[in-house]
């Protein structure tokens, strides 16, 4: 999984998004989930959003946990979480990632409005 800002400095008031990727390099991992684990009281979760596999788009706004579906081996999902800053100083948001049959890993994002 990886976990990647727009920015790391964004302005107060300002919107900007974190994309997390689930990468599956074998076989397949079924009932992929991403979640907002936890977020600094300096940032408001705004919502999240994906590509289906069959190439709809989905908006969930205020939604913390998402989930993805298969990923097959040598894929990737993505989803896009978007932010607003609230706050000066540095921010965190921890995500997680897991599936039924894959486990469960961690990122932490920090940006410093």
């Known amino acids: 999984?990886?976990?990647?800002?727009?920015?790391?400095?964004?302005?107060?008031?300002s919107t900007f998004t974190i994309k997390t990727t689930i990468s599956n390099p074998s076989y397949e991992a079924y009932g992929v989930q991403v979640s907002a684990a936890a977020a600094s009281s300096?940032?408001?979760l705004l919502g999240v959003s994906t590509t289906r596999e069959d190439g709809?788009?989905?908006d969930f706004p205020n939604a913390a946990s998402l989930t993805l579906g298969t990923v097959t081996?040598?894929?990737?999902?993505?989803?896009?979480?978007k932010f607003s800053a609230t706050s000066r100083?540095?921010?965190t948001v921890r995500f997680s990632g897991r599936s039924n049959n894959g486990g469960t890993v961690f990122k932490r994002v920090t940006v410093t409005p």
């Not at 999984?1 to 107060?12: D, L, V, Y």
């Not at 081996?73 to 979480?81: M, N, P």
């Open 89 to 91: 100083g540095p921010q």
């Open 56 to 58: 709809v788009a989905m």
């Open 73 to 81: 081996e040598a894929d990737t999902r993505s989803a896009i979480w």
């Open 1 to 13: 999984m990886t976990a990647t800002p727009s920015t790391t400095s964004p302005a107060i008031g």
């Open 42 to 44: 300096g940032l408001s």
